[in-house]
Each structure stands twice: as structure tokens, then as C-alpha cells.
Nanobody
């Protein structure tokens, strides 16, 4: 069982930036970020997957490419999400997720096996 805790959410003006962090209780091969607006399904934002050595592959939803950057701090079992040029549609609860073992890439888009409690991000105009 991996426990996850997100931090860094808050209130930001459109066009601004926020940095989210996710602390994991143990090392994980793959982690990701999802977000959810009340009444809507949780959606994929970004993820990372370990390739071996010091190599990681990152993946992004089209809606955040070029604005969001996901990174791992392996020494701290942590994952960060730098969000720049935030838009009002970025308002959501952001969740960190991790995957058991080595997930097949195609299965990562629906979420992992463990989830954090979420952190609220509110973007105002």
C-alpha cells in the first residue's frame, strides 16, 4: 500500500502559476496527476513512468501540453506538477495517483491503484 499526499493547491489568477507536489510513502515505478470538477469524470493531466537508469518518460493531456511540467524527485519519493499560464478551466481538485508494479502504458490513462485525498486549485479571472 502506498500513501499519497498532495500539497500546493490554492487560488491563482488566470495566467498565473502554481506548483503541486505529491509525497509518496514509498518508491513507485509510475505516478500521475488527474483532476476532477464536481459533476464530471476525473480526467488525466500528466504522468511519469520510469524507463531504467536515470530515464523517465512523461505524458501530458493535450489541454495542458506546453503549460504544465511533471517531474519526479526520486530521492524523496515525490512528484511535482508545475502549472504555468493557468486557465479558468484548470479549476478542479487535483489528485496524485501511483500504480502497482510496472503498468502497461495504455492502462495508465484511467488512473492508478492508489490515490491521494486531492488538493483544490481555483483559477479566477
Amino acid at each position: 500500500q502506498v500513501q499519497l499526499v498532495e500539497s500546493g493547491g490554492g487560488l491563482v489568477q488566470a495566467g498565473g502559476s502554481l506548483r503541486l507536489s505529491c509525497a509518496a510513502s514509498g518508491s513507485t515505478y509510475a505516478m500521475g496527476w488527474f483532476r476532477q470538477v464536481p459533476g464530471k469524470e476525473r480526467e488525466f493531466v500528466a504522468s511519469t513512468r520510469y524507463n531504467g537508469g536515470s530515464s523517465w518518460t512523461t505524458y501530458y493531456a493535450d489541454s495542458v501540453k506546453g503549460r504544465f511540467t511533471v517531474s519526479r524527485d526520486n530521492a524523496k519519493n515525490a512528484m511535482n506538477l508545475q502549472m504555468n499560464n493557468l486557465k479558468s478551466e484548470g479549476t478542479a481538485i487535483y489528485y496524485c495517483t501511483s500504480y502497482k508494479g510496472r503498468p502497461i502504458l495504455s492502462t495508465m490513462w484511467s488512473g492508478g491503484d492508489y490515490w491521494g485525498p486531492g488538493t483544490q486549485v481555483t483559477v479566477y479571472s
